[in-house]
């Protein structure tokens, strides 16, 4: 198969969809989390007047909690993943949309769930690449170096031949840098 060439498109309604990922109650303490939230929610306001579907996820939600309320994600159904990426819960959502051509995403744990995949290490090209289906193999503390396939739901999108546009402005991450200080949110997520 040959590689497609990221691009960024137009958003259209009949070939769009929307990812709400993991604003949970336990992120409240995230920089930005009531702006990230109030931008999140008017996507999905739009989305929804636009007939555009929109997907929940919620990171292990037994310990994260649950949604927060004022996202307005009444009538959808959170989709539970332990898995960083939002695309091995979503398969079948993105398998029956082949219409489907890009991706609205927004979301907290931008640093795992929506950017940035993690360096492959030495040890990790001696392995057969992972995928999202193998389970994480127990290497003990160099496990954290191991880097699966769906660790990063932009990438994975993407080589699915996906466009994602990612709202900067409804995400952040735990580990946001940002202070008072700092860029404007519009500067990156």
């Known amino acids: 198969m040959a590689a497609v060439k990221p691009s960024l498109g137009r958003v259209l309604p009949g070939s769009s969809i929307l990812f709400l990922c993991d604003m949970q109650e336990k ?7 009531p702006e990230i939230v109030s931008v999140a929610a008017r996507m ?3 989305a929804r007047l636009l007939e555009v579907p929109a997907v929940l996820t919620e990171q292990y939600p037994a310990g994260l909690g649950p949604t927060v309320p004022e ?3 009444e009538g959808l159904r959170p989709v539970a993943k332990t898995c960083f990426s939002m695309v091995p819960v979503m398969l079948q959502e993105l398998d029956t949309r082949p219409q489907l051509r890009s991706v609205l995403l927004c979301g907290i744990e931008t640093q795992a769930c929506i950017l940035v995949r993690p360096p492959i290490t030495a040890s990790s ?3 057969s690449p992972p995928s999202w289906q193998d389970p994480v193999p127990d290497l003990g503390p160099s496990s954290l170096l191991w880097t699966p396939l769906c660790l990063n739901t932009t990438l994975d999108l993407l080589d699915r031949g996906l466009q994602v546009h990612v709202v900067v402005d409804a995400c952040s991450s735990r ?3 940002r202070s008072s200080k700092s ?4 500067a990156g997520c």
């Open 27 to 33: 992120f409240r303490h995230i920089a930005y989390f």
């Open 44 to 46: 999905l306001k739009v």
């Open 71 to 73: 996202l307005g994600a």
């Open 125 to 127: 090209l001696s392995q």
């Open 175 to 177: 580990r946001s840098r």
């Open 183 to 186: 860029l404007p949110r519009t």
